[in-house]
T-cell receptor
Framework: GAGVSQSPRYKVAKRGQDVALRCDPI?????LFWYQQALGQGPEFLTY????????KSGLPSDRFFAERPEGSVSTLKIQRTQQEDSAVYLC?????????????FGDGTRLSIL | GQQVMQIPQYQHVQEGEDFTTYCNSS?????IQWYKQRPGGHPVFLIQ???SGEVKKQKRLTFQFGEAKKNSSLHITATQTTDVGTYFC???????????WGAGTKLIIKP
């Protein structure tokens, strides 16, 4: 596709429910990043994939957060037993090469609200 | 741990005035990237600086990378309403997997 696509754009869930957020990166991009962005803050790193390998998940806030990219393209971020503090915008970004030394292309994000 | 500090948090300017945001890293960076995020939008890549002392220009925007590769600045000359948004700097963590982001500087044009 032309850019990074994320779905859904908005997600409202009740506390305790599980949610799944999808990211479709730019075709051919090796690297895929997930970020969490709170209002008025910069993006906070969650996890990084190089192709299908999850090389860094140090930013995931708890074991309720899980991400996968099984075929090295589309990625899913899953949050189990959601809590109110999980409310944020979740951004996905991809880059052509490996690592953090190349420009990142962001999707529009998923705005998650936990009631 | 490694940190990237960005100031100021906000800058209010009259249209036509200049705008500057500063970025400082606690460690030497291999490169620094600048992004712009419009209200309600997502970060959009502007530029990457790699060399010590590098200066790059994009029309009214001037980007600098310090000699020690620990600080950077973005200067906008004669701001326009289209410049409104939050400007972020970001540098790679030592692992080179992560980008460490500054908190951003929000450019606000006074009515």
């Amino acid at each position: 596709g032309a850019g990074v696509s994320q779905s859904p754009r908005y997600k409202v869930a009740k506390r305790g429910q599980d949610v799944a957020l999808r990211c479709d990166p730019i075709s051919g991009h090796v690297s895929l990043f997930w970020y969490q962005q709170a209002l008025g803050q910069g993006p906070e790193f969650l996890t990084y994939f190089q192709n299908e390998a999850q090389l860094d998940k140090s930013g995931l806030p708890s074991d309720r957060f899980f991400a996968e990219r099984p075929e090295g393209s589309v990625s899913t971020l899953k949050i189990q037993r959601t809590q109110q503090e999980d409310s944020a915008v979740y951004l996905c970004a991809s880059s052509l090469g490996g690592g953090g030394n190349q420009p990142q292309h962001f999707g529009d994000g998923t705005r998650l609200s936990i009631l | 741990g490694q940190q990237v500090m960005q100031i100021p948090q906000y800058q209010h300017v009259q249209e036509g005035e200049d705008f500057t945001t500063y970025c400082n890293s606690s460690t030497t960076l291999s490169n620094i990237q600048w992004y712009k995020q419009r209200p309600g939008g997502h970060p959009v890549f502007l530029i990457q600086l790699v060399k010590s002392g590098e200066v790059k220009k994009q029309k009214r925007l001037t980007f600098q990378f310090g000699e020690a590769k620990k600080n950077s600045s973005l200067h906008i000359t004669a701001t326009q309403t289209t410049d409104v948004g939050t400007y972020f700097c970001a540098g790679p963590l030592d692992s080179n997997y992560q980008l460490i982001w500054g908190a951003g500087t929000k450019l606000i044009i006074k009515p």
